[in-house]
């Protein structure tokens, strides 16, 4: 029977089709079944939608100049918040041959706690509750020279934890000042 030509004809096609539909079959059921993690490299939250500054009504003092990296001051800056705070000046130092790049930015809500900063060290932008909304109390944001909002770092609960946000915060900002030729 096998020597039979229609017979040999059909379990040819049968396994060709069987060879390419069976690997587009699995595709689909691994990614619709949600076991495929992807490869994901960033530490931060991507934020969307899409969000910027003008959108929140706020004015940009760096368009088209320089990244930000903003921190948003709470109601109560606490020694954890100024940790916090001294951590955004040494990842500005971290950054290296791409320092002037970037901008480090106080992020003050109408709620926030009024603190005392070293003169000059950091530049302060007022920001609305619409902005409080997106990105919120104790948390650390990338913002674009286009004023474009990129990602967000939610508050960690311990000082422990601090550090590695920090380590993430500044991979993810060397590899966008790397791809990026704005700013």
Known sequence: MINNPVYRGRIIFISLVVMFALPAIMAKTVLSQHWYNSGVTNKGELIEPHSTLDSFGLTNPYQQQQWQLGYVIPDKCDEFCQQQIYLLGQSHIALGKYQQRVQPVLLITPNSDSIETPQGS???????????????????????PLGQLVMRYPKVDSTAELVPQSKGL??????????????
């Open 122 to 144: 950091y530049q302060r932008l007022e920001v609305n509750q619409e902005f409080a909304q997106v990105v919120g109390q104790f948390e650390f944001v990338i913002v674009d």
């Open 170 to 183: 500044l991979a993810d900002l060397r590899k966008l000042l790397k791809l990026s030729r704005v700013g």
